[in-house]
């Protein structure tokens, strides 16, 4: 089992809706939670850092659940330009600087 | 401000060919980091250097593979006897303190290395 799966998607959604990922990690003792955008053939960028209180960023939501061990991501009012990989990353607590990322998952916004 | 650069951004190499790739850190950045991305998966950590300290290299698929960065700045990452399933894009991430223990910084990416073998 990977230490953190994501639904590869794609997830092709219309203009405007709301849409959400969900990404499971297996080490309980995972120390911090990240999402990064990966659009095609770019780098990673930060999206956001992922708190046990859950935050908010604009049109961005993200929650983590320690008890079920998953993070998530729900983007309402979805544009164009949401279209992009979603790359789920977790730290271990051993070596915080060593980023594990998900498989990513892809989002397709269609006008 | 300039981001963290990478060069070349493609390389066509010949199987059992030897690879050097570069990486400049964002000016300041004491954390260097080395991850490999195959197509469709996410990238996987390689090696993590502190100035010029290689603290990590648990990554690093084989002895083929070397990292170094003798000044702590640039930093370079060398494959040696290339094989096809080293093709990939190699990223380079960097923060701006040491990381470790219970500080997460967050890590700035280059736009990678695209290399493929044949």
């Known amino acids: 089992r990977k230490e953190v799966e994501q639904d590869p998607g794609p997830f092709n959604v219309p203009e405007g809706a709301t849409v959400a990922f969900n990404c499971t990690y297996s080490?309980?003792?995972?120390?911090?939670f990240f999402w990064y955008r990966q659009d095609c053939r770019k780098e990673p960028k930060l999206l956001m850092s992922v708190y046990s209180s859950g935050n908010e960023d604009g049109r961005f939501t993200a929650q983590l659940n320690r008890a079920s061990q998953y993070i998530s991501l729900l983007i309402r009012d979805s544009k164009l330009s949401d279209s992009a990989t979603y790359l789920c990353?977790?730290?271990?607590?051993?070596?915080?600087?060593?980023?594990?990322f998900g498989t990513g998952t892809r989002l397709k916004v269609l006008a | 401000g300039a981001g963290v650069s990478q060069s070349p951004r493609y390389k066509v190499a010949k199987r059992g060919q030897d690879v050097a790739l570069r990486c400049d850190p964002i000016?300041?950045?004491?954390?260097l980091f080395w991850y490999q991305q195959a197509l469709g998966q996410g990238p996987e950590f390689l090696t993590y250097?502190?100035?010029?300290?290689?603290?990590?290299k648990s990554g690093l698929p084989s002895d083929r593979f070397f990292a170094e960065r003798p000044e702590g700045s640039v930093s370079t990452l060398k494959i040696q006897r290339t094989q096809q399933e080293d093709s990939a894009v190699y990223l380079c991430?960097?923060?701006?303190?040491?990381?470790?223990?219970?500080?997460?910084?967050?890590?700035?990416f280059g736009p990678g290395t695209r290399l493929l073998v044949l």
């Open positions: 080490n309980s003792a995972s120390q911090s």
């Open positions: 000016s300041g950045h004491v954390s």
């Open positions: 990353v977790v730290t271990p607590t051993s070596g915080t600087y060593k980023y594990i």
């Open positions: 250097f502190q100035n010029e300290a290689q603290l990590d």
């Open positions: 991430a960097s923060s701006f303190r040491p990381s470790g223990g219970a500080a997460v910084q967050t890590q700035y």
